[in-house]
T-cell receptor, first 110, second 114 residues
Framework: KNEVEQSPQNLTAQEGEFITINCSYSVGISALHWLQQHPGGGIVSLFMLSSGKKKHGRLIATINIQEKHSSLHITASHPRDSAVYICAVTIRGSNYKLTFGKGTLLTVNP | EADIYQTPRYLVIGTGKKITLECSQTMGHDKMYWYQQDPGMELHLIHYSYGVNSTEKGDLSSESTVSRIRTEHFPLTLESARPSHTSQYLC?????????????FGPGTRLTVT
């Protein structure tokens, strides 16, 4: 079983819809990261969380440490949001290494 | 804006060739990482470095080697490329002590070995 599980694996939405991507982890962590990867492109860090909630534009990330769960929300989705969204964690004591989920492929249709 | 560069972006090469994938960052970060990512799969750490002359193998076994002679430069070498090495290779770096620092990723090198 992976230490980081994401759901759903694939998500198709219509432009304007509210989107939620979930991430669950099974280990003690010191930080959780949400990353965005466009097709053929590199990876951009969206958020790094150790508690609570962060917001950047139309993106909101939350984390519940007790439940070992995080969500990434996209409000008023747009076709340019189409990408793979990756959840990654820094496991406590892992010497700064990231452990990644498999990613969620989001397609937003116009 | 993160300044981390990888060359080449795409490489098609025959079996048995020696290749070096370049990674450079201009942010003065001491920690650098190489990840391998197969299509549709998660990233796996293959090498990391915490500073000059420090290199460690990652969680995924790899036939590649790395060096860190300068802070800004972390090249990855395959002595004899094989079709099983076909993958995307991503370099990353970060600063700071402690776990609550972002990693910055390069654009990746997509390697195809024929």
């Amino acid at each position: 079983k992976n230490e980081v599980e994401q759901s759903p694996q694939n998500l198709t939405a219509q432009e304007g819809e509210f989107i939620t991507i979930n991430c669950s982890y099974s280990v003690g962590i010191s930080a959780l990261h949400w990353l965005q990867q466009h097709p053929g492109g590199g990876i951009v860090s969206l958020f790094m969380l150790s508690s609570g909630k962060k917001k950047h534009g139309r993106l909101i990330a939350t984390i519940n440490i007790q439940e070992k769960h995080s969500s990434l929300h996209i409000t008023a989705s747009h076709p340019r949001d189409s990408a793979v969204y990756i959840c990654a964690v820094t496991i406590r004591g892992s010497n700064y290494k990231l452990t990644f989920g498999k990613g969620t492929l989001l397609t937003v249709n116009p | 804006e993160a300044d981390i560069y990888q060359t080449p972006r795409y490489l098609v090469i025959g079996t048995g060739k020696k290749i070096t994938l370049e990674c450079s960052q201009t942010m003065g970060h001491d920690k650098m990482y190489w990840y391998q990512q197969d299509p549709g799969m998660e990233l796996h750490l293959i090498h990391y470095s915490y500073g000059v002359n420090s290199t460690e193998k990652g969680d995924l076994s790899s036939e590649s080697t790395v060096s860190r002679i300068r802070t800004e430069h972390f090249p990855l070498t395959l002595e004899s490329a094989r079709p099983s090495h076909t993958s995307q290779y991503l370099c990353a770096s970060r600063s700071g002590v402690g776990d609550t620092y972002e990693q910055y990723f390069g654009p990746g090198t997509r390697l195809t070995v024929t």
